[in-house]
């Protein structure tokens, strides 16, 4: 690719996202919907969504306050709170009410408590959406938290508890606290408890409960989203009549002032026993927080490196080994002070007897990344699939879609609220450069969770067993100084991205919504029928073997063997 091509690649992309002013929200090509960012007279942020074609009307609401702003002698106090929100307000004390109303208009509701955020949020018929947001908004306005639910709530909540301590994930994130800072809210135990929520000679969990919400359910600390059939009008005239009575408290969400795990506890290994029969290995890097370079999106990019599939790539050679079977990247934003560098791999039982060498693949995979992988021209690629993806992005469901949005727009300027996750430019390969530096192992967390694995210690909530232990010398020379492998090495430009995305010229022969035969070799034959309704570049292609005579059970289950391997 030459420098020319890159420069006006970089054009391209710079246009694409950068083609609003500072007040506009940028919106895909795709999206016919219409946008509108308002703030109300209590400084709650407000974002309208106006379909006048969607079948469904949906709210969020996302409070900046999460389980980590729990108080330490009341551990899962968030959780509960999300849960006694629901139960009556001043205006319609009936618990019920709210529930009753959305399910007679063909919805559904539901809320979460995160780390950091608490989310509510519901979807219902188009014409329901005044009378929902009626009784949505008085949640945050004049909650009842009704004396005689405290008890019930407390017992679901403590029944999420205990459905969660079969689930290994849960059971591997709960082991995993114990090595974090003590200081850092993450060391606690999020989800709640009989025993956590109980009344105390000192304390009554309602009366606390009261405390939080009036100390962080301000309007200030919260982002609304609401997508409806009607204009924005009327739906901004909906909101500000429903919503400016929140209380605004101007109150302050508690920032994580810690880091996660010092890094001079680092390398570490942590082992985790497993109720199913799973090998996991995860390696995990401590990096500088992301979110500033939130255009660039450094660890996503070498995610994808890291993740490729194909010819070279690390999956493919641990596979041609026998010693996994799929992998996966991640980064997480952790704080202002950091974020997190992840890569699972899913072993085979070879793989996981051959750890060590597993573990050096991937360091030698990453001295791969170091010589051939910051290159202008791989990013730039990159960058366009990201384009291409935000201009044909596909509409997505209504609830789903104002819970992210409500989200994630706290964390981006207002122009990139809808795009801020498919931007990919202002490329620099120092930046690049520093965070892979970070991938290293004396930076290293090894977890790993199997079923057959030894164990001398009990986390304390899930009854996780669990082991933590020193990297020998040994191991860590070896995967400071990876062996080279020739069968490892950085992907190239793919040759079959799209360059052009006109569509074929809508005739009479091709608007029809019945499929045309078109000549094919012998023994095939081709059905085609154009898409006149969405009008993307997207095509999907079925194929039918048919066999002419009926097939045994033998092989129909071979026929069925053969499909799932192909997919």
Same mark, same amino acid.
């Given at each position: 690719?030459?420098?020319?091509?890159?420069?006006?690649?970089?054009?391209?992309?710079?246009?694409?996202?950068?083609? =609003?002013?500072?007040?506009?929200?940028?919106?895909?090509?795709?999206?016919?919907?219409?946008?509108?960012?308002?703030?109300?007279?209590?400084?709650?942020?407000?974002?309208?969504?106006?379909?006048?074609?969607?079948?469904?009307?949906?709210?969020?609401?996302?409070?900046?306050? !999460?389980? =980590?702003?729990?108080?330490?002698?009341?551990?899962?106090?968030?959780?509960?709170?999300?849960? @006694?929100?629901?139960?009556?307000?001043?205006?319609?004390?009936?618990?019920?009410?709210?529930?009753?109303?959305?399910?007679?208009?063909? !919805?559904?509701?539901?809320?979460?408590?995160?780390?950091?955020?608490?989310?509510?949020?519901?979807?219902?018929?188009?014409?329901?959406?005044?009378?929902?947001?009626?009784?949505?908004?008085?949640?945050?306005?004049?909650?009842?938290?009704?004396?005689?639910?405290?008890?019930?709530?407390?017992? =679901?909540?403590?029944?999420?508890?205990?459905?969660?301590?079969?689930?290994?994930?849960?059971?591997?994130?709960?082991?995993?606290?114990?090595?974090?800072?003590?200081?850092?809210?993450? +060391?606690?135990?999020?989800?709640?408890?009989?025993?956590?929520?109980?009344?105390?000679? +000192?304390?009554?969990?309602?009366?606390?409960?009261?405390?939080?919400?009036?100390?962080?359910?301000?309007?200030?600390? @919260?982002?609304?989203?609401?997508?409806?059939?009607?204009?924005?009008?009327?739906?901004?005239?909906?909101?500000?009549?429903?919503?400016?009575?929140?209380?605004?408290?101007?109150?302050?969400?508690?920032?994580?002032?810690?880091?996660?795990?010092?890094?001079?506890?680092?390398?570490? @290994?942590?082992?985790?026993?497993?109720?199913?029969?799973?090998?996991?290995?995860?390696?995990?890097?401590?990096?500088?927080?992301?979110?500033?370079?939130?255009?660039?999106?450094?660890?996503?990019?070498? !995610?994808?490196?890291?993740?490729?599939?194909?010819?070279?790539?690390?999956?493919?050679?641990?596979?041609?080994?026998?010693?996994?079977?799929?992998?996966?990247?991640?980064?997480?934003?952790e704080s202002p002070l950091e974020s997190y560098f992840q890569t699972s791999i899913s072993l085979t039982p070879k793989g996981m007897?051959?750890?060590?060498?597993?573990?050096?693949?991937?360091?030698?995979?990453?001295?791969?990344?170091?010589? +051939?992988?910051?290159?202008?021209?791989?990013?730039?690629?990159?960058?366009?699939?990201?384009?291409?993806?935000?201009?044909?992005?596909?509409?997505?469901?209504?609830?789903?879609?104002?819970?992210?949005?409500?989200?994630?727009?706290?964390?981006?300027?207002?122009?990139?609220?809808?795009?801020?996750?498919?931007?990919?430019?202002?490329?620099?390969?120092?930046?690049?450069?520093?965070?892979?530096?970070?991938?290293?192992?004396?930076?290293?967390?090894?977890?790993?969770?199997?079923?057959?694995?030894?164990?001398?210690?009990?986390?304390?909530?899930?009854?996780?067993?669990?082991?933590?232990?020193?990297?020998?010398?040994?191991?860590?020379?070896?995967?400071? %100084?990876?062996?080279?492998?020739?069968?490892?090495?950085?992907?190239?430009?793919?040759?079959?991205?799209?360059?052009?995305?006109?569509?074929?010229?809508?005739?009479? %022969? %091709?608007?029809?919504?019945?499929?045309?035969?078109?000549?094919?070799?012998?023994?095939?034959?081709?059905?085609?029928?154009?898409?006149?309704?969405f009008l993307t570049p997207k095509s999907t292609i079925f194929f039918n073997l048919l066999m002419q005579d009926q097939p045994s059970?033998?092989?129909?289950?071979?026929?069925?063997?053969?499909?799932?391997?192909?997919?």
């Amino acid at each position: 690719m030459s420098f020319r091509t890159i420069t006006a690649l970089t054009f391209l992309i710079s246009f694409m996202f950068n083609s =609003a002013n500072a007040e506009e929200i940028i919106t895909s090509p795709n999206d016919n919907r219409l946008y509108k960012n308002i703030t109300l007279s209590n400084q709650l942020q407000v974002l309208l969504i106006s379909d006048p074609n969607t079948d469904r009307a949906a709210a969020s609401l996302d409070i900046d306050v !999460g389980s =980590a702003s729990n108080p330490k002698d009341r551990q899962g106090l968030a959780h509960f709170l999300e849960h @006694m929100l629901f139960l009556g307000t001043k205006k319609y004390p009936d618990a019920n009410e709210y529930a009753d109303f959305i399910s007679a208009n063909g !919805g559904s509701h539901n809320a979460f408590t995160a780390r950091d955020n608490t989310n509510y949020f519901f979807d219902v018929k188009p014409d329901a959406l005044p009378g929902a947001l009626d009784r949505f908004s008085q949640f945050f306005i004049t909650p009842l938290f009704t004396p005689k639910y405290v008890q019930r709530e407390r017992k =679901a909540v403590h029944s999420e508890y205990q459905s969660q301590r079969k689930d290994d994930s849960q059971r591997n994130h709960h082991a995993f606290k114990q090595i974090i800072n003590p200081k850092h809210p993450d +060391h606690q135990f999020y989800v709640g408890s009989l025993t956590t929520l109980a009344d105390t000679e +000192h304390s009554h969990v309602r009366d606390d409960l009261i405390s939080f919400y009036n100390q962080y359910y301000s309007a200030n600390r @919260m982002t609304l989203v609401v997508l409806g059939s009607q204009s924005l009008t009327e739906l901004e005239a909906l909101v500000t009549q429903k919503f400016s009575a929140i209380k605004n408290t101007h109150a302050q969400k508690p920032v994580i002032e810690v880091v996660k795990i010092n890094k001079q506890r680092l390398p570490l @290994m942590l082992k985790v026993k497993s109720i199913k029969d799973i090998r996991i290995l995860t390696l995990s890097f401590i990096t500088p927080a992301q979110r500033e370079h939130y255009q660039l999106k450094p660890l996503q990019y070498l !995610g994808s490196l890291l993740g490729y599939e194909g010819q070279g790539s690390l999956l493919a050679y641990l596979k041609k080994q026998g010693y996994a079977n799929d992998l996966s990247t991640s980064s997480h934003q952790e704080s202002p002070l950091e974020s997190y560098f992840q890569t699972s791999i899913s072993l085979t039982p070879k793989g996981m007897a051959e750890i060590n060498q597993v573990i050096s693949s991937f360091f030698s995979f990453i001295e791969q990344i170091k010589l +051939h992988g910051i290159k202008p021209e791989l990013y730039l690629e990159q960058a366009k699939l990201s384009a291409q993806a935000f201009e044909f992005v596909p509409k997505q469901h209504a609830s789903s879609y104002v819970v992210s949005l409500s989200q994630s727009m706290r964390n981006y300027p207002v122009q990139h609220w809808l795009n801020a996750g498919y931007i990919m430019q202002g490329y620099s390969p120092d930046i690049l450069k520093s965070y892979l530096s970070e991938v290293n192992a004396q930076n290293m967390l090894i977890n790993i969770q199997a079923q057959d694995i030894a164990t001398d210690r009990i986390e304390p909530y899930f009854k996780t067993q669990y082991s933590v232990q020193p990297i020998s010398t040994e191991q860590l020379q070896q995967w400071r %100084n990876p062996v080279a492998n020739n069968e490892l090495f950085v992907r190239s430009l793919n040759p079959f991205i799209s360059e052009s995305f006109e569509l074929v010229k809508q005739t009479k %022969n %091709n608007t029809s919504n019945i499929p045309n035969k078109q000549p094919q070799a012998l023994g095939s034959t081709l059905w085609h029928m154009g898409d006149n309704e969405f009008l993307t570049p997207k095509s999907t292609i079925f194929f039918n073997l048919l066999m002419q005579d009926q097939p045994s059970a033998a092989e129909k289950l071979s026929l069925s063997l053969y499909s799932q391997l192909l997919k």
